[in-house]
């Protein structure tokens, strides 16, 4: 964390908004103690519209804002270890030539000390209003500007851009291409160009910078790299998406984007979920697979952990018996004397069926009744299915599978 409020040297890698881009002049080294900072925060699920627009409209305050005494910087809100989680932000930086090491997260910077000192100003993007944890912030923001429905109450010293468009960063690319086209180079153009659903200003973009590269072959690039696992470690996997139920049991379902034989495969295995079911205090580890046959069409396996063999025969034993939905589990082979593995026939029931199911196992043994508390909880906000990815009518060529088509959707998929 940045001591902010004692003036220490930031990092100036951690504050350069484009490295490496000629374009793009870098931080200098030194925070002045007592210099305000003008913090651009996207939502807590930092994805890639979250990022682009927290990116863009940094630069665009540091281009544009008269008020030379304040240092305008994006702020990833999730911690920096994350962020390797979200592999289609890293694809994105990569391809746009942004090193990660460049970004500030939220585990860098004391906003609330930025805040006590006086010195911080906060302009919210993909998102209008702060969570409860982040309450005390609240008299320190100054704009908003976000697509989702409007949840925050007028206020004169605070002015708000709430468009139902099809991505926050369309928002931002108007404000840019209205107010200040001259800041626009190729390199932002790419980082904008991938969220905007809007064909309006995708079109614009791409009338400035003819070299960029396709739509379609973008989003399937951005797709395949969502989705791409192989750079992360079993802990890794596991909290890429997970939820967590808590009871008398405590219950993890996590989702893994390849095939549960390869999973099961991974060398020390159920040393590692015995010490990751410890780590979170977990009684029960489910484990969703889901991967696809060459003609696309979805195929889903179910796996249940846990270090009490009774404990996970009474989970596995209530899912193969559920109904509604029926999950129509077989039980598969698993080189794991603790885990449970099945292939599941209902290839419509996604996590987000199962979590009812689970709820309700949890309230039968908790004695609980219907409409109490099930206890849900996310440790690790998900990796967002990104909604900007999706049926986007920019042209005729998106993706034919989504990314939240992949999560909760099989039901809208066409075949192929």
Same mark, same amino acid.
């Given at each position: 964390?940045?001591?902010?409020?004692?003036?220490?040297?930031?990092?100036?890698?951690?504050?350069?908004?484009?490295?490496?881009?000629?374009?793009?002049?870098?931080?200098?080294?030194?925070?002045?103690?007592?210099?305000?900072?003008?913090?651009?925060?996207?939502?807590?699920?930092?994805?890639?519209?979250?990022?682009?627009?927290?990116?863009?409209?940094?630069?665009?305050?540091?281009?544009?804002?008269?008020?030379?005494?304040?240092?305008?910087?994006?702020?990833?809100?999730?911690?920096?270890?994350?962020?390797? +989680?979200?592999?289609?932000?890293?694809?994105?930086?990569?391809?746009?030539?942004?090193?990660?090491?460049?970004?500030?997260?939220?585990?860098?910077?004391?906003?609330?000390?930025?805040?006590?000192?006086?010195?911080?100003?906060?302009?919210?993007?993909?998102?209008?209003?702060?969570?409860?944890?982040?309450?005390?912030?609240?008299?320190?923001?100054?704009?908003?500007?976000?697509?989702?429905?409007?949840?925050?109450?007028?206020?004169?010293?605070?002015?708000?851009?709430?468009?139902?468009?099809?991505?926050?960063?369309?928002?931002?690319?108007?404000?840019?291409?209205?107010?200040?086209?001259?800041?626009?180079?190729?390199?932002?153009?790419?980082?904008?160009?991938?969220?905007?659903?809007?064909?309006?200003?995708?079109?614009?973009?791409?009338?400035?910078?003819?070299?960029?590269?396709?739509?379609?072959?973008?989003?399937?690039?951005?797709?395949?790299?969502?989705?791409?696992?192989?750079?992360?470690?079993?802990?890794?996997?596991?909290?890429?998406?997970?939820?967590?139920?808590?009871?008398?049991?405590?219950?993890?379902?996590?989702?893994?984007?390849?095939?549960?034989?390869?999973?099961?495969?991974?060398?020390?295995?159920?040393?590692?979920?015995?010490?990751?079911?410890?780590?979170?205090?977990?009684?029960?580890?489910?484990?969703?697979?889901?991967?696809?046959?060459?003609?696309?069409?979805?195929?889903?396996?179910?796996?249940?952990?846990?270090?009490?063999?009774?404990?996970?025969?009474?989970?596995?034993?209530?899912?193969?018996?559920?109904?509604?939905?029926?999950?129509?589990?077989?039980?598969?082979?698993?080189?794991?004397?603790?885990?449970?593995?099945?292939?599941?026939?209902?290839?419509?029931?996604?996590?987000?069926?199962?979590?009812?199911?689970?709820?309700?196992?949890?309230?039968?043994?908790?004695?609980?009744?219907?409409?109490?508390?099930?206890?849900?909880?996310?440790?690790?906000?998900?990796?967002?299915?990104?909604?900007?990815?999706?049926?986007?009518? +920019?042209?005729?060529?998106?993706?034919?599978?989504?990314?939240?088509?992949?999560?909760?959707?099989?039901?809208?998929?066409?075949?192929?």
């Amino acid at each position: 964390m940045l001591d902010v409020e004692n003036g220490m040297t930031l990092d100036a890698s951690c504050r350069m908004l484009f490295t490496g881009c000629p374009s793009f002049p870098q931080a200098s080294a030194e925070l002045p103690s007592g210099r305000p900072l003008h913090v651009v925060l996207g939502n807590e699920a930092c994805d890639l519209d979250s990022m682009v627009s927290s990116l863009a409209y940094a630069y665009f305050l540091s281009k544009t804002c008269g008020d030379e005494s304040a240092l305008s910087v994006p702020l990833l809100n999730i911690r920096r270890e994350e962020l390797a +989680l979200r592999s289609d932000n890293v694809f994105l930086l990569h391809q746009a030539g942004l090193s990660p090491d460049s970004l500030l997260f939220r585990d860098q910077l004391d906003l609330e000390a930025l805040r006590r000192a006086g010195r911080l100003r906060l302009t919210l993007v993909d998102h209008n209003v702060l969570p409860s944890s982040d309450a005390d912030l609240e008299g320190a923001v100054v704009e908003v500007i976000d697509h989702h429905a409007l949840e925050r109450a007028p206020s004169p010293t605070c002015p708000v851009t709430v468009e139902t468009v099809g991505s926050c960063a369309t928002l931002v690319t108007e404000r840019l291409i209205q107010k200040a086209p001259q800041v626009l180079d190729r390199q932002l153009a790419q980082l904008l160009y991938v969220t905007p659903k809007d064909s309006q200003y995708a079109a614009a973009l791409e009338a400035r910078f003819p070299s960029l590269p396709p739509r379609a072959a973008l989003f399937q690039a951005l797709h395949n790299a969502k989705f791409d696992v192989s750079g992360l470690n079993t802990e890794q996997m596991l909290v890429k998406d997970m939820k967590m139920l808590k009871g008398s049991l405590s219950m993890a379902i996590c989702v893994l984007f390849l095939p549960l034989e390869a999973f099961l495969q991974r060398a020390e295995l159920e040393a590692e979920l015995s010490s990751f079911c410890r780590k979170l205090a977990l009684d029960v580890l489910v484990l969703m697979s889901i991967s696809f046959t060459e003609d696309k069409r979805p195929i889903r396996e179910l796996a249940l952990f846990s270090h009490s063999a009774p404990c996970r025969e009474q989970v596995s034993h209530f899912l193969e018996q559920a109904g509604d939905p029926a999950l129509d589990l077989r039980p598969i082979s698993s080189p794991h004397a603790g885990v449970a593995a099945y292939h599941q026939g209902n290839a419509l029931a996604s996590r987000k069926k199962l979590l009812p199911l689970l709820k309700d196992f949890v309230r039968a043994r908790d004695g609980h009744h219907d409409g109490e508390d099930d206890g849900e909880e996310g440790r690790v906000p998900p990796t967002p299915a990104n909604s900007l990815v999706e049926g986007c009518p +920019l042209d005729a060529g998106p993706p034919p599978i989504s990314a939240h088509a992949l999560h909760d959707m099989f039901s809208k998929m066409a075949p192929h």
